[in-house]
């Protein structure tokens, strides 16, 4: 079973930094597209940035500049570093993996972890 589990979230100051962390465990060859999305109050989930296993990478335009995605293959972790952050970033963050392969020839689609809080005020 493929699991999924966020951490670094919490309150930061506008202007300040975060950075979150996506671990994948459970039986995985390999994964195809990690991402970042978040969802604020009364809002649809948006993709914020996401990255492919070869390291290409693509942002939402309302985050360019100050986010930065990145991952480690090896350890099957994805991190998003948030800086400069807005009060308008706050929402909950969620990791996700569009395709993981479990074995050389299975694969699994659209994996989710549970969540992390970012909240941006003074």
């Known amino acids: 079973q493929v699991q999924l589990v966020e951490s670094g979230g919490g309150l930061v100051q506008p202007g300040g930094s975060l950075r979150l962390s996506c671990a994948a465990s459970g039986s995985i060859f390999s994964i195809n597209v990690m991402g970042w999305y978040r969802q604020a109050p009364g809002k649809q989930r948006e993709l914020v940035a996401a990255i492919t296993s070869g390291g290409r990478k693509n942002y939402a335009d309302s985050v360019k500049g100050r986010f930065t995605i990145s991952r480690d293959n090896a350890k099957n972790t994805v991190y998003l570093q948030m800086n400069s952050l807005k009060p308008e970033d706050t929402a909950v963050y969620y990791c996700?993996?569009?395709?993981?392969?479990?074995?050389?020839?299975?694969?699994?689609?659209?994996?989710w972890g549970q969540g992390t809080q970012v909240t941006v005020s003074s």
């Open positions: 996700n993996a569009d395709q993981i392969w479990t074995t050389r020839y299975t694969s699994e689609y659209d994996y």
